[in-house]
């Protein structure tokens, strides 16, 4: 049986380290639209971006693949996957879906409701910053982090898990409404003060009301329609 060294343990460790870095990199740059659906991106680009050899770009642009984000074309580079006609629709019906049944899940209970109301208001404070002085991935994220406050307070680590795949294509969205309208991020910031106050006060029934319809004008769809505008 061949025996691995010291020394080639280190160099595959090294090896895993760049990719994953190299992963997280470009993932980050395509879900905050700094790599735009619909662009071609080499290996040495990022290769040099990030100082590291092309072997673990390679790994890393393969395993993004897999998730969808990119499309390999051999000695041409990699595709971004631009944003598939109706992923918005299917993206906003199942936040409604989670997001609405994790807010019954506590809405009777005074005390987790006051500490979500908190903590989605410190969130607020966030997105005030970052509307005047963030990019719209800083944005983004805070926006995200806002929806994925609610979902966590539901209690459910299924659910949990399952939104926390929605949130990097919620990002990839609300990255380019605001990059598209940066007018949407006011607007964003109203609708999230008008979500918590329906929390406040305990009615689930207006919050799934008015995040289907937060979501349908943030990302351009025609109400109950399945439409883009």
């Keep these: 049986m061949h025996t691995l060294g010291a020394s080639s343990i280190y160099v595959v460790s090294e090896t895993k380290s760049a990719a994953d870095t190299a992963y997280v990199t470009v993932k980050e740059l395509i879900v905050s639209g700094d790599l735009p659906g619909g662009e071609l991106v080499s290996e040495g680009e990022i290769a040099s971006r990030l100082e590291i050899s092309r ?55 005074e005390g ?74 006011s607007r964003i910031v109203d609708d999230h003060r008008r979500l918590a106050d329906l929390i406040e006060s305990g009615d689930a029934d207006g919050f799934e009301r008015d995040v289907e319809q937060h979501m349908i004008g943030v990302h351009g769809l025609r109400s109950g329609k399945g439409e883009t505008r």
């Excluded at 990699?78 to 609405?100: C, H, K, Q, T, W």
């Design 112 to 185: 987790a409701r006051n500490t979500v109301v908190q903590e989605l208001r410190e969130n607020l404070q966030l997105q005030e910053t970052l509307a005047v002085d963030g990019t719209a991935a800083q944005f983004s994220a805070a926006d995200a982090d806002f929806h994925r406050i609610v979902v966590r307070a539901g209690g459910n680590p299924l659910l949990d898990a399952f939104y926390d795949g929605l949130r990097e294509r919620q990002r990839r969205m609300t990255a380019a409404s605001v990059t598209r309208d940066p007018g949407q991020i």
């Design 55 to 109: 072997t673990p770009v390679r790994e890393a642009f393969l395993r993004l693949q897999v998730e969808g984000w990119m499309r390999l074309y051999p000695k041409r580079g990699a595709l971004v996957v631009p944003i598939a006609v109706g992923e918005a629709e299917s993206v906003v019906d199942a936040r409604r879906l989670v997001e609405a049944g994790s807010v019954r899940a506590f809405i009777s209970d």
